[in-house]
Structure formats: C-alpha cells, structure tokens
C-alpha cells in the first residue's frame, strides 16, 4: 500500500526544499559556486616532460597464486620492480633470473610484509644494504631479518622505518610512501604504495591496494582538490581481478581492470593524470586463477591499459 501525502505535508516538504542548503555545482565545470568554494585548480593543460625519465624494468607480475607455469605455459613472477637499475621495490627469489646481467641493487622499499613481495632471505643473498618499510611493522622486519642473517651469515642491512608521506631521496630519484588500501595478517600494519619523482617525471606504483586512498591522492598531489600543478605522468597499478571477475571478494584489498580503468578515466578527467602522448598504463599483480593469458589481455584491455610481462622496461617520462 502506498501512503498518501495530505496537503498538510507537501507544504512542509516543499518549505523544506526551499530552505534547504543547495548541492553546489561542480567546480569543475561552472566556475565559483554561489556561496560555495572557488573553483578547483587544474593545473596547466599539457604537460612538457624535463628531464631523462625513469627506467623501469617489471621483474615480475604476478599475484601470489603464481607458482609455477599456467596450463599454456605462461609463467609470471612474483611483483617485483627494478628503477633505474640501482632501486627495487618489493623483491622475491622468482624474480632473481629477472635481473639484468651485472645489476645488484642494493637498496629495496617494500610495500608491505606478505609472501609474494617480502623475503628477506632473498634480498640478503641479492646483496642489499639498504631496507626502508613502512613503520609500523619496523621491529617485525628487523626480527625478520636478523634471523635470515643467522641462517645465511649475511649481515643485517640498515632498515630504515618510513611513515606515511615521508619521502626518501635515493639514487636520483624521490619515493614517497602512501598509504595503501590493503591488509596484511598484521592488523597494525599499514601497507604501503610509492610516488617515484623524478625531474618533471611523477610516477605512481600502486600495488597492492583496493583503489587508491583518499590520503594518498592529496599526499601525492594528485586529488582533485589539491591546488598546484601537480599530477601524475605515468601509473603502473595492480589488477589483481580480470574479466569477468569485477564482483571477487578480493575487491576490498586489491583493485580490479575496471577499477584501474576509472582511476585512470578520473585522474585525466581532473588533469591529475597528464602522461606523454602514447604513454600506457600498465598493470601488475595479476592473478594467475582471474586472468587470460598475454594475448587475451592485449586484444581485450582498453586504452591506455597495457598488462605488463615480466621482463618488460618502460621509461616513464
């Protein structure tokens, strides 16, 4: 049955209407509100990269479910990136043959404490000097790796704890921890995702995470409400979930192809995503049980996006 509205009461909801404060229009597209905030600063229309860029080389791409090939033989390692061929973040022992020949990074930043992406075995034996994790689980790490040096007779490296927005200038290039919509066993971590700077160049790795946070949008510089002319030049993000799997469970903790698709289709929309023309967006962290295989992904994936492949190097602009 539905209720009827007496006179009485369409009088007092149109008197609430009237007086009601007003949804402001969208800065974006009509100037100062009327009583509302100034417009939102966009920032320059092109951008004009400076500078050599950074180098990436993708290590490995893969979510924790690879271990081993897929039924057609495709093999991808566990996420893992190589800058400028002197930084790491994140590093696994399936990522050792990966590494190009004579090359021995020995600083990592490590997104957070799980498996696929922290093994401090491995980075002992790869001969890294220099640990930076998120300070929340600092003496977890540091007890970590003490007992990988009793088992390998590597001495402990220097573990340098990072809080959110702290930025860190490392071999040419600035890292700026994020905070990260992820969780570990640790219900006290925070999990990280890093800005790469560089130059003019403003490079996003975000994985793992569910989206992107709004703390990391305005500590990056690239929320739409954040004033200036910062922006972002090239993204690389986790799309744990393929087609076909945008409703998975794992959607509170990782991202998704469409949710990297509307992340990137917003940033651009806001100018707070301004890449070189042609430069892709490329995914990482990609479940071997959710996806197809490489080919299916280029034929199906919408512009920009470009599922990365291990072994793949990109210079970001």
Not at 202 to 221: E, H, K, N, P, S
Request: hydrophobic fraction near 35%; glycine fraction near 10%; aromatic fraction near 6%.
């Amino acid at each position: 049955m539905i209720a009827a509205v007496t006179p009485l009461a369409a009088t007092a909801l149109s008197s609430l209407a009237k007086n009601s404060p007003q949804e402001p229009s969208d800065p974006l597209s009509s100037g100062t509100p009327k009583g509302g905030l100034p417009p939102i600063d966009l920032g320059p229309a092109e951008y004009v990269p400076t500078g050599e860029g950074i180098h990436v080389r993708f290590l490995g791409t893969g979510a924790a479910d690879w271990q081993g090939p897929s039924e057609n033989g495709e093999l991808r390692r566990l996420s893992s990136v190589l800058l400028d061929r002197k930084v790491l973040i994140d590093f696994t022992d399936t990522a050792l043959d990966m590494l190009p020949e004579g090359v021995r990074p020995e600083v990592i930043f490590y997104t957070h404490s799980h498996n696929d992406h922290y093994r401090p075995k491995a980075a002992l034996q790869l001969g890294i000097k220099t640990v930076y994790l998120g300070e929340t689980w600092i003496e977890r790490a540091r007890e970590d790796f003490r007992k990988a040096s009793s088992e390998t007779g590597i001495p402990v490296p220097e573990i340098i704890p990072l809080a959110v927005g702290q930025a860190v200038e490392c071999e040419g290039l600035t890292l700026t921890a994020l905070p990260a919509n992820h969780a570990s066993s640790y219900l006290d971590e925070q999990t990280l995702i890093y800005l790469i700077e560089k130059d003019s160049t403003r490079l996003l790795y975000a994985t793992d995470t569910g989206g992107i946070t709004a703390i990391a949008a305005q500590r990056g510089g690239f929320d739409r409400h954040v004033r200036g002319d910062k922006f972002l030049t090239g993204i690389i993000m986790e799309a744990t979930m393929g087609f076909g799997h945008e409703e998975d469970y794992r959607i509170f903790t990782h991202s998704s192809i469409g949710t990297v698709h509307k992340t990137v289709k917003v940033l651009s929309q806001t100018r707070k995503y301004m890449p070189v023309e042609g430069q892709k967006v490329y995914l990482t962290h990609m479940a071997k049980t959710l996806h197809g295989s490489q080919a299916e992904l280029d034929k199906g994936l919408p512009d920009p996006l470009c599922a990365a492949y291990d072994g793949l190097e990109v210079t970001f602009m």
